[in-house]
């Protein structure tokens, strides 16, 4: 149980265009979904954390006019890269906690989608 | 400031050879330290979860033990399928996770 997917795995993009990409939990319903971006051999940064059926919450320093976020149901997070540029190339990651448990609840990570923006 | 430091940053063994990945931290008000096993470009792989100091879990080969500043991964007689990056992430007072930058684990046939 507990499966996050996302899609697309890859995405090549050119610069100026907009990626959109998707994140679902399969087999439960997540109230709080996440997106990280984690650059080679760094760890895990957060972006943002969203609510089904609110506003995003963004961290110091995410620009939320670039990185668009959209909690639209229980089990569907988008995240749309607006008029990418190669710095914005990455490999981002979401995640989700299940509706039933409680805010220290175990996060579930999808399997990524690696952005490159030439 | 929350800080998560895992140590080393990688490790080599050889099949067989059990030992021990440390992850220190500092964070106020700690509210869980997990653990993740990551494998080249794919997400993180939920391992772990401990709450509270002196509280130990077991899967397999690997243990996990949390004190009041960190947190231990032992593994145990190691296989090559055990390769991977583990990370270690604490849960701040804003329920938020801040994760460390991985154990890189080589084990050897």
């Known amino acids: 149980g507990a499966v996050v997917s996302q899609h697309p795995s890859w995405v090549i993009c050119k610069s100026g265009t907009s990626v959109k990409i998707e994140c679902r939990s399969l087999d439960f319903q997540a109230t709080t979904m996440f997106w990280y971006r984690q650059f080679p051999k760094q760890s895990l940064m957060l972006m943002a954390t969203s609510n089904e059926g609110s506003k995003a919450t963004y961290e110091q320093g995410v620009e939320k006019d670039k990185f668009l976020i959209n909690h639209a149901s229980l089990t569907l997070s988008t995240l749309t890269v607006t008029s990418a540029h190669p710095e914005d190339s990455s490999f981002y990651i979401c995640?989700?906690?299940?509706?039933?448990?409680?805010?220290?609840?175990?996060?579930?990570f999808g399997p990524g989608t690696r952005l490159t923006v030439l | 400031e929350d800080q998560v430091t895992q140590s080393p940053e990688a490790l080599r063994l050889q099949e067989g050879e059990s030992s021990s990945l440390n992850c220190s931290y500092t964070v106020s008000g700690l509210r869980g330290l997990f653990w993740y096993r990551q494998d080249p470009g794919k997400g993180p792989e939920f391992l772990f979860t401990?709450?509270?100091a002196g509280e130990e879990k077991e899967k397999e080969r690997l243990k996990a033990t949390l004190t009041k500043k960190e947190s231990f991964l032992h593994i145990t007689a190691p296989k090559p399928e055990d390769s991977a990056t583990y990370l270690c992430a604490v849960m701040d007072s804003s329920y938020k996770l801040i994760f460390g930058s991985g154990t890189r684990l080589l084990v050897r046939p």
């Open positions: 995640s989700a906690t299940q509706l039933a448990g409680g805010p220290t609840d175990t996060q579930y």
């Open positions: 401990l709450y509270s």
